[in-house]
């Protein structure tokens, strides 16, 4: 899962959609595979697609991945401060969504109990982090 905070502060969301629901967004110059990096890392289908953008969904929360305008290169994960992308997954699953255009940032890693937290970029530079937990 991943956590929204205080709400989505994007110009671009209309009413209803400004309160706190867990949306993920993405910006991209590489939608398919930004598409296959997330849908590796959660398992979620696509529930929604169009032209510029495609939707993976469990039924509860969303990734959006929107083609980019701007350059390649630039920041282009759109969390306007208010959501932090922190995904909690399996080991099997880190390593499913490494293979698939992931790569795993080696300053953003670090041990707590039995978690392990580490960065991870999605194929078009964008910064995640996974929460691994240990398997018993």
Same mark, same amino acid.
């Given at each position: 899962f991943f956590q929204a905070e205080d709400g989505i502060r994007d110009k671009l969301v209309t009413g209803v959609q400004t309160c706190a629901l867990p949306i993920f967004v993405v910006f991209?110059?590489?939608?398919?595979d930004v598409v296959a990096f997330y849908s590796a890392l959660t398992g979620w289908p696509i529930s929604f697609e169009d032209p510029g953008s495609t939707t993976l969904s469990d !039924?509860?929360?969303?990734?959006i991945v929107h083609d980019a305008n701007g350059s390649? !290169?630039?920041?282009t994960l759109r969390t306007d401060g208010a959501l932090k992308p922190v995904f909690s997954v399996s080991?099997?699953?880190k390593e499913r969504a490494l293979h698939s255009g992931g790569q795993l940032l080696e300053f953003g890693s670090f041990r707590?109990?039995?978690t392990?937290?580490?960065a991870v970029s999605d194929p078009d530079g964008n910064i995640v982090t996974l929460a691994v937990k240990d398997s018993q």
């Open positions: 991209t110059h590489r939608r398919i !039924g509860n929360f969303e990734i390649p !290169g630039e920041d080991a099997e699953t707590s109990m039995d392990e937290y580490c």
